[in-house]
């Protein structure tokens, strides 16, 4: 199916994609937007809005027709989901805000899998790609879907070692589902699209309207996603400011297994593991410690959706 046909206004549904992303679009689309003021929004009180509710119609009908027109001119075919309808995953709504929409790319099925985050420093030692790949391995093995954040270093070893494996990956972006990085990773990128699936909460229009210094605060904001829509993350290594502690403390705060590689706590110059590890991270030093960890995941599923 096209994204012309998937965004097709149809006025005999409850809820119109086509608007709903404009009304998304349109309230990001100003220097006052924050995740927290734009989820404020649109949950109150334990229920939701419309989107487009909160848009008004003058507004809402100048971001239609942009739209339109980014739907026209993608590099490729581009969908959505959104609260209110039956493919919005219930999980996300364990994110302290949690976004409202999603746009992807590829097998959406995938994200109700059961999937597990594999995250890590840009620039891994040769060991922590080692123990990525043998990681990941034994996690396809098991029929998992390894999620990731198609960042360079442990990111891209995760999911380039489930593909090789024939496992199925998710590649969660801090950049906007037309856009391409890092560069590197533009086939890489491509493939997970088109044969596995690709997803980003960034909202296209504000995107393309700021510098790049000022989208960088979407990144955090995907680990957060990705914790929600996981059942767990491991930390392969991670240096004091990594985005990955951002994710550690969204998976903490969301209720789901934070695993933290023993290497992790053998470098004297970290403190973050230890301090995840008293807020109730799990110290790994095998893959049968985290496998028994997901069982019990699996087999006694919580508020995550599982």
Known sequence: MQAQELFRD???????????????????????????????????????????????????????????????????????????????????????????LLYYSGAWDLIFSPSVAVVGTRHPTTEGIKRTQKLVKSLVEDKLTIMSGLASGIDTVAHETAIENGGNTIAVLGTSIIDQYPKENQELQAEIAAKHLLVSQVPIIKSQHQDYLKNRFFFPERNKTMSALSLGTVIVEAGETSGSLIQAKA????????????????????????????????????????????????????????
Not at 40 to 52: C, E, L, M, P, Y
């Open 10 to 100: 149809e006025f005999n549904y409850a809820l119109s994609p086509l608007r709903e992303t404009a009304a998304f679009e349109a309230l990001w689309d100003n220097d006052e937007a924050t995740v927290k003021r734009i989820s404020d929004k649109i949950f109150t009180n334990g229920a939701f809005q419309r989107i487009s509710s909160l848009v008004p119609n003058d507004i809402l009908e100048a971001y239609i027709l942009q739209l339109q027109q980014i739907i026209r001119n993608a590099n490729r075919p581009f969908a959505v989901h959104f609260i209110g309808e039956t493919g919005y995953p219930s999980k996300l709504l364990d994110a302290k805000y949690p976004t409202p």
């Open 251 to 306: 998976a903490i705060e969301q209720g789901r297994k934070l695993f933290i590689l023993d290497n992790c706590f053998r470098s004297p110059e970290l403190t973050w593991p230890n301090k995840y590890l008293e807020k109730g991270a799990i110290r790994v030093g095998s893959y049968e410690e985290i496998r028994s960890h997901l069982l019990l995941a699996l087999t006694c599923p919580n508020k995550s959706g599982y």
